[in-house]
């Protein structure tokens, strides 16, 4: 049984053409969410561009997290959290009726602020995890899509001798390193990253940084983070959520070179959050 209520407006899955954005792969219309009775996100109206890196910022409590949350229909899991509006994924509802949650958090994979890798599982198993549960790859070899999703982690040269080893035997930023390889085995369309680096040390968040910005050749990224340093190293757009709604969004040269709102100016330069 479902936490989510939704409003009649994502039980209809009529689109209005003219909203939906062509070089959108996510785009949230309209979209507000609460948490009980508090209004976490209000009218957001956000796209998250084909091929690229688009970073959520803004301080603390901004709704940065509920956002990502819902682009992958996370959010519903929340007792009582509810929310309004469409997230479209390739111009359709992910809210509409006949649409398989599971197989939304399939084309669209999260990797969260906390290494998390499952602590009796080997490194192996940790990436062929979610292979073996949905039994979508059992015509091809687990050793080969491993291998490679490990690769494209930039995890293999360091860990393809220790395969057998607990997955929580390696460091912090390798095991940050091994669930985003897990998120990459399913082959998900968009990869959603929540505070990837919060927990790491500078070595490690540097690797993490080079591999957001390789991923993008060949997936969507949306990652949070409250990091100015890094959302500028790492996206080709931002958008600054304040209390709930958007304030600003455009690519990020722009947004940090001559941002349009004061507020924004303000965030960026350090004077709050």
């Not at 998250?48 to 603390?60: F, L, M, Q, R, Y």
């Not at 959603?192 to 997936?219: G, N, Q, R």
């Amino acid at each position: 049984m479902t936490n989510l209520k939704m409003s009649n407006k994502n039980k209809d899955t009529t689109i209005n053409i003219e909203q939906v954005r062509p070089d959108a792969k996510m785009q949230s219309i309209a979209l507000s969410a609460w948490f009980g009775s508090k209004q976490a996100l209000k009218d957001i109206n956000l796209t998250v561009k084909a091929n690229a890196v688009t970073a959520i910022i803004g301080p603390s409590g901004c709704g940065k997290s509920t956002f990502i949350r819902c682009l992958n229909r996370m959010h519903e899991l929340v007792p009582n959290a509810r929310m309004s509006g469409q997230v479209l994924l390739d111009g359709k509802n992910i809210y509409g009726n006949e649409t398989d949650p599971v197989q939304i958090r399939r084309r669209v994979g999260m990797v969260f602020q906390k290494p998390n890798p499952f602590p009796t599982m080997s490194i192996f198993d940790n990436v062929a995890a979610g292979l073996k549960l949905t039994g979508t790859k059992k015509g091809q070899n687990l050793n080969e899509i491993v291998k490679k999703s490990l690769q494209q982690a930039t995890l293999w040269d360091e860990v393809k001798d220790d395969l057998k080893k607990p997955g929580t035997s390696i460091s912090g930023g390798q095991q940050q390193r091994l669930c985003i390889a897990r998120a990459i085995a399913l082959q998900p369309e968009v990869i959603l990253m929540d505070e990837p680096c919060s927990a790491l040390d500078p070595v490690a968040t540097a690797k993490i940084e080079e591999l957001i910005v390789s991923l993008k050749h060949d997936y969507t990224v949306a990652i949070v983070t409250h990091n100015m340093q890094q959302a500028a190293r790492v996206s080709d757009f931002t958008a600054f959520l304040y209390l709930g709604e958007l304030v600003e969004y455009g690519d990020t040269r722009s947004m940090f070179e001559n941002p349009k709102s004061e507020i924004t100016e303000k965030y960026i330069t350090g004077k709050f959050g």
